[in-house]
């Protein structure tokens, strides 16, 4: 009544004073509030502007806002009077035709009333409650000021959340609780759901731009992603609802492209297989209605064509949904920026993360579509193959992660240069992620080799040291490309594309370690532990140096590999000031196994050539060794040869300079010299016929220097007469003597040439058993040399299992490694094993005890394994022999101490001394001398298997088990990548 009384009212001061005074009064009354809010409500039909005045000075001392949202005002009298007030006062503020002329400040904390009744709406629908707040909403947003974006997406959120949750059309009425009347849900929610599709339309209206269309779509992402089929199908509706409102009856005024489009046209395109068939229909609308306003903001004379083409491309979508979306494709690629297109592309690869298969099927072909078509451009690939990256370890279905291998081989082989950049930025190149991406880059041949040779390329990016920072060292792109390499060289698909650019990569990786020199950043590349088990990641330089190492093994270039290791040769690569010799070292081994000459040769010419002094230094180093070991005039002809040396002369490092002139006194290019040295060898050798000749290591030294001078051209019938005068001086009491005469030894069996070749292996022959002994050596620089040798000659007589002899020499230990280096020359030598008999009688007598103790268990291993062979091969002279050397054996060990036993098993107290050998063990693989905690090995071998010497085997086949992560190889052989495992 007296809100009555007071709309009646003429004084407008009257009106005022009158309606403070009663919403001073208490508000405690559930009637109270009800009677003043009605009255409030009256009142403003006629006197608006004191109405508002009065309102929005309570609401500025907070007790409007408190009173209302307090716990206590479950009051449903309250929500309705509350609601009709504030329905009565949005349709007296549409009635006034000056409201526009006005501010009204108070108008979101209005707002945020009416979102609190709507939040405290239960879960059924039994009033038009949430219909009048959508409605009061919509007008109060007309007014002025316009709804901040914070308010409005308040509003989106809590309508959206209070419509979509509802329970599915069909159960609406059985989760009512008992009303009378029973309401009509069906058509309560119709006019819910409109009172929200007006409510998206007025905010379309008041802001008509596609950035407005797009912060609305935004507030439906959660709901287009829902799990459940009804949230997915109400919002889907509501979208094709408002697009349809906006291409028919707005016309939008900003050209904006905001990118965020694109992923919202990607969240719609992958509801195009949903379960169900309305959401399926509506979603397909939505795309064609988006594209639709795209080609109507962009107002080319083409229009109405594209317009005609979507709407048949859209009804020959809905007859063919298997269709493989080319036309769907081409229209995005034409309508959509760069920016949208990458944002689709992204969403669509969210996608693939799916445990539905339809939704992830559909995403991936899609995004195949897109690749085949060459509609990514380049600027667009490294944001694409981050967030492929960051999906791979969630994709579930494995045809997915196939699909997807096979698009980055697509985008590889398109943007390859790109491709490589933004793999390589994606992490540390030894995380395990990233190797699935370069597999899929290494497809096709063309393809790894277009990748390996931009790695090369990144490689050689090597700014000087003083234009680099110490925190900018680790981000330098050639230490990234150096450990992709590094990891690239134990992944099997870019093995052959290795092989390919092998040249290359030893020159990049040798000038790259000097590099490093250079910049002072070699911590920690001596003290990497070779046996730890332990997994650390390697550090700049050391990671280099086991690449090098890792270049020659996976190659299968191992006799290379193993050349420098058994002569400790990479530990020469550690130290500015011995990597000269590392590197020649490394030449000689490479020429003397004719490894990739030709290819390293022509590199080697370019690097000769370069500006920079690093690459001068490798260059000439490599071309100086080579010109002593191998017959180079079948590539380059002496006069060219010639002119690239003589550049080298006027190079300001004194290095360079040194070894050009050295090359250019080489024999091949003064073939004259081959007569003079081999007249040199020939008196050198009469010094060696005397019967005490004077000063041995330096005449072994010269003997050396000779050989190696005299190289490919060899030294012909001296080389044996040379070996005759070595094997004697094994057995020297000097260490120095018979260390050198062993190691030179291994070079005099190579250097006969074919016509004495065959009569250096018999000769070579003959030194087996007193080699073998001398790994017992009790000097380790003579077990080092006699270990190189061993090698050597094994290699000469083309032994069986020549790879693992050499992995038993580098990493053994113990009887383990004696009895499978023991298999290896014996069965590698059949019918032969009363020879070996015979040459290790002689060590009996020997006064070295070491070499005595290791010939009794070598013939001890011989008689019980090969007994029936003997048997078959002794002569009676041999036997005569036999027992004369027992005979004076255990006449000799008479009264000594049992831990000393004789050599025959069973014979002398004790225990036999164990013995070399066992004939089953020939034919199965021994306990491994690098088993866990000993320090990981290559395979034992098995007699008789596929593995064959020469033929390429992955270092950790048949290794033992290792914990994750673990280096497979053994130590001392280039580290094996974590990722590559």
Not at 579 to 606: F, N, S, W
Request: hydrophobic share 40%.
């Amino acid at each position: 009544m007296f809100g009555l009384i007071l709309r009646e009212s003429a004084s407008e001061e009257l009106v005022t004073w009158h309606l403070a005074k009663v919403l001073e009064l208490s508000h405690q009354s559930s009637s109270h509030r009800e009677g003043m809010a009605l009255a409030v409500g009256i009142t403003s039909s006629s006197h608006l502007e004191q109405v508002w005045a009065t309102l929005e000075h309570l609401g500025r001392t907070r007790f409007l806002r408190s009173a209302l949202v307090s716990s206590d005002s479950q009051d449903n009298a309250l929500k309705a009077s509350f609601l009709s007030a504030s329905v009565m006062l949005a349709k007296a503020l549409g009635q006034e035709s000056s409201t526009q002329s006005y501010k009204f400040t108070q108008i979101p904390e209005l707002i945020q009333c009416l979102l609190c009744i709507l939040q405290k709406e239960p879960n059924f629908l039994a009033t038009l409650y949430r219909q009048k707040v959508i409605l009061v909403i919509v007008k109060l947003s007309q007014l002025r000021p316009r709804l901040k974006p914070m308010v409005k997406s308040r509003i989106l959120q809590t309508c959206l959340q209070s419509l979509y949750t509802l329970p599915p059309t069909e159960m609406l009425k059985t989760c009512l609780p008992p009303l009378e009347p029973a309401p009509d849900v069906l058509v309560l929610y119709q006019k819910c759901m409109q009172a929200l599709d007006l409510l998206l339309q007025s905010f379309v209206s008041e802001n008509k731009s596609m950035d407005e269309l797009c912060f609305l779509l935004q507030h439906t992402e959660p709901w287009l992603k829902s799990s459940k089929s009804y949230e997915r199908k109400r919002v889907v509706q509501s979208i094709f609802l408002l697009l349809k409102h906006v291409v028919d009856r707005v016309k939008l005024t900003e050209e904006a492209m905001p990118s965020e489009l694109g992923h919202q046209v990607g969240l719609l395109t992958l509801l195009w297989r949903d379960k169900d068939e309305v959401t399926q229909s509506h979603s397909r609308q939505c795309v064609y209605l988006l594209l639709q306003l795209l080609i109507q903001q962009k107002g080319s004379t083409a229009e109405y064509m594209r317009l005609n083409k979507m709407k048949n491309f859209e009804t020959s979508l809905r007859r063919d949904s298997e269709m493989k979306f080319y036309n769907l494709v081409k229209a995005l690629d034409e309508n959509l920026t760069v920016a949208q297109h990458t944002q689709l592309v992204l969403t669509l690869l969210q996608g693939l993360c799916s445990h539905n298969s339809l939704h992830c099927n559909l995403a991936s072909k899609l995004l195949l579509t897109i690749i085949e078509d060459h509609s990514i451009r380049p600027e667009q690939v490294a944001e694409i193959l981050q967030g492929l990256f960051q999906e791979l370890p969630r994709i579930v279905f494995k045809e997915i992660l196939h699909s997807m291998m096979r698009a980055v081989a697509l985008l590889g082989t398109q943007h390859t240069q790109q491709a490589v950049e933004a793999v390589l930025s994606l992490c540390q190149p030894s995380e395990r992620q990233v190797v699935p991406l370069w597999k899929a880059l290494a497809t096709t041949s063309p393809l790894a080799r277009k990748v390996i040779t931009l790695l090369y390329v990144k490689l050689k990016v090597r700014p000087p040291r003083e234009l680099i920072r110490v925190p900018e060292q680790a981000k330098l792109v050639s230490l990234l490309a150096l450990g992709t390499i590094y990891e690239l060289l134990y992944v099997p698909e870019y093995r052959a594309t290795v092989r390919w650019a092998f040249a290359g990569i030893l020159l990049g990786l040798l000038t790259q370690l000097h590099y490093l020199f250079e910049l002072d950043a070699v911590e920690g590349i001596s003290d990497y532990q070779e046996e730890s088990l332990e997994v650390k990641a390697l550090s700049p330089s050391r990671t280099c140096l086991e690449a090098l190492k890792g270049l020659f093994w996976t190659t299968n270039y191992w006799e290379v590999f193993a050349y420098l290791k058994l002569l400790r040769g990479w530990e020469l690569f550690e130290h500015l000031e011995t990597y000269p010799e590392g590197v020649t070292l490394l030449a000689r081994a490479m020429a003397h196994y004719d490894c990739e000459v030709k290819a390293v040769l022509g590199q080697a010419v370019i690097s000769l050539k370069s500006p920079e002094e690093r690459d001068n230094i490798v260059a000439v180093l490599i071309i100086a060794e080579f010109l002593n070991g191998q017959e180079l005039t079948q590539y380059v002809s002496r006069r060219t040869m010639d002119s690239f040396l003589s550049l080298g002369l006027n190079n300001p490092n004194q290095l360079v300079r040194t070894m050009s002139l050295k090359g250019l006194s080489s024999t091949l290019m003064h073939p004259q010299k081959v007569v003079l040295l081999r007249d040199q060898l020939a008196s050198l050798l009469d010094s060696f016929l005397k019967p005490e000749p004077k000063d041995l290591l330096g005449l072994m030294e010269i003997l050396g220097d000779i050989l190696h001078r005299l190289g490919a051209q060899g030294i012909g019938c001296i080389s044996l007469k040379i070996a005759q005068q070595l094997l004697p001086l094994f057995e020297n009491e000097q260490e120095g003597v018979r260390g050198e005469a062993i190691l030179l030894y291994g070079d005099v069996i190579h250097s006969g040439g074919k016509k004495f070749r065959q009569q250096l292996k018999n000769h070579a022959f003959q030194a087996l058993v007193p080699l073998l002994l001398h790994l017992a050596d009790s000097c380790p620089d003579v077990v080092m040399k006699t270990k190189f040798t061993f090698l050597r000659c094994a290699l000469l007589l083309k032994w069986e299992f020549r790879k693992e002899l050499f992995g038993k020499l580098a990493w053994g230990r113990g009887l383990g490694a004696e009895n499978d280096i023991f298999i290896y020359m014996v069965e590698s030598n059949f019918g032969s094993y009363h020879q070996f008999l015979m040459q290790a009688l002689v060590y009996l007598s020997s006064p070295n005890r070491c070499l005595k103790v290791t010939a009794m268990k070598f013939i001890g291993g011989i008689l019980q394994d090969y007994f029936t062979d003997l048997c078959f091969h002794l002569k009676r002279g041999d036997v005569k022999t036999l027992r004369k050397c027992e005979q004076g054996c255990l006449s000799r060990e008479q009264g000594r101490d049992p831990r000393h036993p004789a050599w025959a098993p069973g014979t002398g107290p004790g225990p036999p001394t164990p013995h070399l050998g066992s004939r089953h063990r020939a034919m199965t693989p021994t306990h491994p001398a690098w088993a866990p905690g000993t320090g990981p090995g290559p395979p034992t071998p098995r007699l008789g298997s596929g593995h064959r010497a020469g033929t390429p085997t992955h270092p950790s086949a048949g290794a033992p088990g290792r914990a994750p992560g673990a280096c497979p190889f053994p130590a001392g052989l280039p580290s094996a990548p974590q990722q590559a495992l």
